[in-house]
């Protein structure tokens, strides 16, 4: 696998004088990529997925697609390469004038995304197969604040107003091929958009001594991907922190907390222009009663902090609860049948969130160490939307679907949670060499009506404990990461599921102890647990100068590695939770219905998850 990547990062800083201080942020990002294996595509009408496909390299990938039009076995061969480049430029000038202070900024950002893929071969009467695709994102951003600080020894007042302006372009260009048993041509798709964002925030904080402090604020939003009715927006919020420690006690210091208030997410996407499609008609119909996303938080919460300071411990109950969310869906207008962006759906959330810190210093060294804890229970209030859209009880993503195959889907439906996976349940393998399928509705089959709940693509709770560490000039740190209580529709198990018909052909070794059966059904058995416990970064770095003030300030250097073990029961690719299975080139063709949104695929075509080594040089100047 070729990967090459260069990144920069340049930041200056000037004072002119005692008011005024100009900086400079500049970044640079851009990564290639090149898979180093060959990918090959067997289409077919009637084989199956485990026939061998087998180079005496034994280097090769096998996803497959399953052809309709062409009865016979053919092999094509594939390559593609990807290009992502970033860079940013931020300036920002500040001032302090006795109680006032003052900011403003502009920024411009690029992100530019290229995608070539295509097959060396032709393929009867498909010719070349390509996917090309062209990604450009151009933000601009101005923005300020304006605030003033009162204070005396005993109390603060800081009121503040906020302004920020946004400005995006998107381009979006595709290019692939289209077949059909009667002709093979190019189709072309090209989006051309511009957003325009503006936000105002009118905000105070309070503070008496350490006993109490409050924020209370409006925030204004507006976007012109919002309809005319609906394109302003406002978001109110308050946030308090009382000391009980007279009361409670314990020791040390602790805090009740509240926080109740509105948030949004003004999208930055289209949803009002039409899209088209080259040669084929409307992909996006435009839905001028666009509304925006409006998001209700509630947080209750206690702190508490050893006398000390070494140790604290905080605790808070969260609820949110999301409504008018923006989906893509499908809709027919009376002649034809195309997306459109619609807002529907009500999803509660709540859980809890723990998290706990030490520091402790013994002579030269010193120990930080910091533990963070979440739980996560969610369900669907309401799936009703506008123009008359009911998503409830609706099935998105069918995974594999050959005729002959039943799917293993996400479920949309009230008072279950987000992220339910279905598929049919079975109770072992029969002596005709079948699954048990459970028949729900009794009618003889084993198909959508007979889906059950069989997984939670969403982990009930998750933690991530960080620790540093230093010793004088050396100093580590150390990231461990965990999610338990989540499923994955296992892909590639499915791919490679042991058949009685094709006993001999190649499957996964982990897979071999699975009695072979001689059908292809989605069932219950490959919605897997993938709970794990990462051992997701280490860093040791030895500093040979720190002395602030001199030319040369601060080098460092230092080796570090990602993604370094991994402990879980799960046997497919990667266990990590999704919250989305995306499409990418060709290999679409094997989801029949694919959706961004969509949680709890491991995905059979995709790269694993990778263990990275950095061996870096920091160095600061002045």
Do not use: C
Not at 122 to 150: A, M, P
Not at 480 to 508: C, D, K, R
């Amino acid at each position: 696998t070729e990967f090459d990547r260069f990144n920069g990062l340049a930041s200056l800083s000037w004072k002119p004088s005692q008011f005024l201080q100009l900086t400079y942020l500049g970044g640079y990002n851009n990564e290639t990529a090149t898979p180093g294996f060959t990918e090959v595509n067997r289409y077919a009408l009637s084989a199956n997925p485990t026939m061998p496909i087998f180079f005496e390299s034994r280097d090769y990938y096998q996803p497959i697609t399953f052809d309709y039009y062409n009865p016979l076995a053919i092999i094509a061969l594939s390559d593609r390469e990807r290009t992502t480049t970033n860079h940013l430029n931020l300036l920002q000038l500040t001032s302090n004038v006795g109680i006032a202070k003052a900011a403003v900024y502009a920024s411009n950002s690029n992100q530019q995304y290229t995608l070539d893929e295509h097959y060396e071969e032709q393929l009867f009467y498909r010719g070349g197969e390509i996917y090309q695709k062209d990604y450009l994102v151009n933000h601009n951003h101005l923005g300020g604040r304006v605030s003033l600080h009162l204070k005396s020894d005993n109390w603060s007042f800081i009121p503040s107003l906020q302004f920020d302006n946004h400005i995006y372009r998107f381009e979006d260009k595709v290019v692939s091929s289209v077949v059909s048993a009667s002709q093979n041509f190019i189709q072309t798709t090209f989006q051309k958009d511009q957003i325009v964002l503006i936000g105002g925030t009118i905000a105070t904080d309070i503070n008496f001594s350490d006993k109490w402090s409050v924020s209370v604020g409006d925030r204004l939003e507006a976007s012109s991907a919002l309809g005319d009715d609906n394109d302003m927006a406002h978001f109110p919020w308050i946030n308090t922190r009382v000391n009980l420690s007279n009361l409670i006690g314990f020791g040390g210091t602790n805090f009740f907390t509240f926080g109740h208030g509105k948030s949004g997410m003004t999208p930055y996407q289209d949803g009002l222009s039409t899209a088209q499609i080259e040669d084929w008609g409307t992909a996006r119909f435009a839905n001028p009663g666009l509304r925006s996303e409006v998001v209700q938080n509630t947080d209750i919460g206690m702190e508490w902090r050893s006398s000390n300071g070494r140790l604290g411990i905080s605790g808070q109950w969260y609820w949110k609860v999301a409504s008018d969310m923006i989906w893509e869906t499908y809709y027919n207008n009376g002649e034809e049948r195309a997306g459109i962006n619609v807002n529907a759906g009500k999803l509660s959330n709540q859980g809890l969130e723990l998290v706990i810190d030490y520091s402790q210093e013994i002579g030269a060294v010193n120990w930080q160490t910091q533990l963070v804890t979440s739980t996560f229970n969610s369900a669907w209030k309401s799936l009703k939307g506008d123009r008359n859209i009911d998503l409830d009880s609706t099935r998105y993503g069918l995974v594999f679907n050959a005729g002959f195959s039943s799917p293993s889907v996400i479920y949309y439906k009230e008072n279950e949670p987000f992220g339910a996976i279905t598929a049919i349940k079975t109770t072992g393998i029969n002596q005709s060499g079948t699954w048990n399928t459970v028949d729900v509705d009794g009618d003889g089959y084993a198909y959508l009506e007979d889906l059950q709940v069989t997984g939670q693509a969403i982990p009930k709770w998750t933690l991530s404990w960080f620790n540093t560490f230093k010793y004088r000039k050396f100093s580590a740190a150390m990231q461990v990461t965990g999610a338990f209580g989540h499923s994955l529709v296992n892909e590639t198990a499915v791919m490679y599921q042991p058949n009685a018909s094709w006993y001999y052909y190649n499957f996964l070794e982990s897979y071999q102890e699975i009695e072979p059966v001689d059908d292809r059904f989605m069932v219950d058995y490959f919605v897997q647990k993938a709970s794990y416990l990462r051992m997701s970064y280490l860093q040791f770095a030895y500093s040979f100068k720190d002395q602030p003030g001199k030319t040369l300030s601060n080098l460092q250097v230092y080796i570090a590695g990602n993604n370094l073990l991994t402990f879980s029961k799960y046997p497919g690719n990667n266990p990590d939770y999704r919250l989305s299975k995306k499409d990418f080139g060709l290999d679409t063709s094997r989801s029949t219905i694919a959706d961004s949104k969509l949680p709890g695929y491991d995905a059979a075509n995709q790269m694993y998850s990778s263990r990275s080594f950095t061996l870096g040089v920091k160095l600061s100047l002045f």
